[in-house]
């Protein structure tokens, strides 16, 4: 089944401070997300971008699905950016969404 | 709407008890999905439904598990015989159909003592 790997696994920034999350993925997806995990654990969807790019506020994302991978921007970090961050993707032929181990983001003041 | 719905949010039970678990998918989602956490590690698939029925189990659903649909609405995980290594965070998951946007719900803690 498809691979997803994060990096980097952790991450700990000065607020104010930009960011980048990587996500790379080992075949060609239909389906790929980004969530961040609140501290009582449910997952917040943040992107649904198989390709392309959106932005939300202080966040953005990008997919390269012809290279396989997935970036997640985010500028003027505050501490409540601080969690965990998680890359999801299925594959063409995939069913569910697989998780990479995710990228702890820790946001000082 | 309200999103998907878990229950319980929590749940103590002692080595070797039957647990089960619910979940309300989102209205009109025909997929439902079922995970597993554990601490420090990302969600990892169990199993899914298209609508009733169970297209897809993970190695790591043993014999103990057992998931259903009826009639392809809500869902319930059941575990047998519960283990100590069974205690993580279930994630129930739905989307309208493959390729598109999955919703978790906010998952149930278990905890087996």
């Known amino acids: 089944g498809i691979q997803v790997e994060q990096s980097p696994p952790d991450l700990i920034l000065q607020e104010g401070a930009n960011s980048t999350l990587r996500c790379n993925f080992s075949?060609?997806?239909?389906?790929l997300q980004w969530f961040h995990q609140n501290p009582w654990g449910q997952l917040i969807n943040l992107f649904y971008?198989?390709?392309g790019t959106k932005q939300n506020g202080r966040l953005s994302a990008t997919t390269v699905a012809t290279e396989r991978y997935s970036l997640l921007y985010i500028s003027s970090s505050q501490t409540t950016d601080s969690g965990v961050y998680f890359c999801?993707?299925?594959?063409?032929?995939?069913?569910?969404?697989?998780f990479g181990k995710g990228t702890t983001l820790s946001v000082s003041s | 709407d309200t999103g998907v719905s878990q229950d319980p949010r929590h749940k103590i039970t002692k080595r070797g008890q039957n647990v089960t678990f619910r979940c309300d998918p989102i209205s009109e989602h025909n997929r439902l999905y079922w995970y597993r956490q554990t601490l420090g590690q990302g969600p990892e698939f169990l199993t899914y439904f298209q609508n009733e029925a169970q297209l897809e189990k993970s190695r790591l659903l043993s014999d103990r598990f057992s998931a259903e649909r009826p009639k392809g609405s809500f869902s319930t995980l059941e575990i047998q015989r519960t283990e100590q290594g069974d205690s993580a965070m279930y994630l129930c998951?739905?989307?309208?159909?493959?390729?598109?946007?999955?919703?978790f719900g906010q998952g149930t803690r278990l905890t087996v003592v």
């Open positions: 999801a993707a299925a594959n063409q032929a995939g069913t569910a969404l697989i």
């Open positions: 971008i198989p390709s």
């Open positions: 075949d060609s997806v239909n389906n």
């Open positions: 998951a739905s989307s309208l159909v493959q390729a598109t946007e999955a919703f």
